[in-house]
């Protein structure tokens, strides 16, 4: 079988949750080394091992959703992920993320080095956790079909300014997700959008949990706090080509390491993650064959589908056409299910 092309997505916070407990020892116990080297830098800043929250009997939202933990715990899963795909199926044609994703993708694609990665993703999260307010809320933007649904548009766009030109709070669009919105604001701002959004499903307008007003300007002073911890020599020319949450491309001939570290720590964290944007760029600039979703988690997958199906790609217009095409020859291939898991790692198809 010929090399296909393939764009790797890496995750962002939210995707380690209770089915995700085992992660690492049900997929990466032979990863020792790279582990080792994930818990010695946890140890030496008195934080508990990725391997030891991963082996915890029970999964808790305090512990193991917290800041601090679930970057590093989402990054040693992703990243052993990432080292597991068949290289000789597949061509790892360019790199992003969503949201902490771009983390993950820096490391995925070198422009960091392996022991400064896990002290980015492992400092954000403290940073995160001391220093992070406000919070975030997810509302979509599709309906059950997956088409984009203008009145829903409209309904988000007219609660968020009306929420800001009232006074009432501040209120933010932090990241675009494929057919989702996550909105970020003050307790305030968060309270009003609640009131304004039209209910869904009985679920929707939905709070997540301990999330803080990420990609808005309540987190400048995280970012500048970022910039003067982690200083411009951490990064270096990527291997691969990176996408990042303006759909920028950075590309390993680049000369200069400044204008990356510059995203990373300031637009990255005070402006809007605009994810389809990267997923749009994604798709017409490389043409891939596949499109790797890393694991843990099973919640990337329908954002990245959502996306696609926006724009029409290989002619796909609804989720009944996404579903069909996935079951006869998937275009997504997300590691956290186990079914399209064996159609990346080599020795899952052995």
Known sequence: MSRQSAVVVCPGRGVYGRDELGYLSRFHAAKSEFLSEV????????????????????????????????????YAAALADYQDIDRDRFDVVAVTGNSMGWYLALAAAGAVRPEDAIAVVDGMGALM???????QLV??????????????RSAVEAAVADTNENGEGRAFVSIRLGGMVVLAGDDAGLAALEARLPAVDERYPMRLVRHAAFHTPLLAPVSAMAKQTFPASLFQRPTKPLIDGRGVIHQPAAPDRTPMWDYTFGRQITETFDFSKALEVAIKEFAPDRLIVLGPGKTLGAPVAQELIRGGWRGMTSKKDFLARQKRDPLVLAMGYDDQRAHVVASARA
């Open 39 to 74: 818990d010695a830098h946890r140890e030496s800043h008195g934080r508990e091992p990725v391997r030891a929250l991963d082996g915890r009997e029970k999964y808790a939202a305090s512990l193991h959703a917290s800041s601090k933990n679930a970057s590093a715990l989402i």
């Open 129 to 135: 956790e001391e220093n992070g307010v406000g919070g």
């Open 139 to 152: 509302y979509p933007l599709v309906d059950d079909q997956w088409r984009p649904d203008t009145g829903r």
